[in-house]
């Protein structure tokens, strides 16, 4: 179905941050799979992982116990704090067991009708309660009648959240996404999920965390709420947990994890021994390589580069970014042609970005991206902004 309108090129291989399409042409990859190629493509201990799991056993259901999947929610507690995991195929689906979570966690405190405060310009899935979620009308546009149950606040607005708590007794949770990814990279004040974490404790309110774009080292952090000194009560991740094998985790500490009992909740193919020995190796290779260290290192060397030949122009409104989600938010006005028209501009020249919320080019390279790499991305985007920038003030 014409779900999407992909562009005009057909990929049949790819090395780390590279991409080869039909024609043996290459291209630097600085979106990787919307931020779910992390390691990159190929990566010889992911291709080790999943050739000798899919030799030994792919599928048994959560009818019985796997091991594969008690360790990968090992690992997962170890390097987040949290303490129960649910396994899901997608990003959706780890945000539909946080929304399903939240309710039984209002019922069973006697709130009849509980309510998840979310964002404006939130993202958090295409089914129907988390496009309902979101904060976006064109993902909800014809699709009414949306889930009820959803209060909305202005992003990065605390006095907001206290007002909806002060006018609403059915509130359970605030569901929140640490960085705005889909929504144009937006990244709120230092101290925003602090605040939110001290609201939800007074209010009794589990606070949920959409880290599946932010998770998984992304950040520069295993976990984005980790560059504050909270923890949060329900986390979701997706995306680059499984570096391209499909695999979602809805994480909780003890009070909201132990809200499902046996028949709340489930999933046919969630948590098989595929994806988690899958998610178990990416894991490890990020500590193995110390990929946390290279996003740092990676974030700040983009972001002064990007500051430096970018951050004078006129036309050019913010660069921000947190770890290796990098935004630069252009004046439309001052640009020759839509903003949308980067991405095939930048096709042209071997490079794969995207352009988010209207205005905003999206950078979500690899992980393990380095420097010659970073200087690439850092040329050709610049001049394709610069370009465009001139090329209206000339017309
Ligand atoms: C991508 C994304 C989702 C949806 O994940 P799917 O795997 O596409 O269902 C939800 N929330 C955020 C923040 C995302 O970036």
Redesign the pocket.
Known sequence: MKTYAPLDVTFEHGEGAYLWDSKQQKYLDALCG??VCGLGHAHPAITRTITEQAGKLLHTSNLYQIDKQQHLASQLCEISGMSRVFFSN????A?EAAIKIARLFGHNNNIENPAIIVMENS?????MA?LSATGNRKVQAGFEPLVQGFIRAPFNNVDAIKNIAENNNNVVAILV?PVQ??GGINIPDADYLNQLREICDQQNWLLML?E???GMARSGQWFAFQHNNIQPDVM?L??ALGNGV?I?ACLANEKAGEVFQPGNHGSTFGGNPLMCATASTVIDTIKSENLLSNVNKMSRYLLDAFNDKLGQLDGVREIRGLGLMIGIELDSEQVAHECSEFVKLALQKNLLINVTAGSVIRLLPPLILDQQQADSIVSTVSELVIDSLQNKVAA
Not at 90 to 93: I, R
Not at 123 to 127: A, N, P
């Open positions: 919307i931020a997608s990003g959706a689906e945000n993202f958090h899935g295409r089914t988390t996404e990814g889909e959409d599946i774009q932010t979701t997706a995306k499909p979602g």
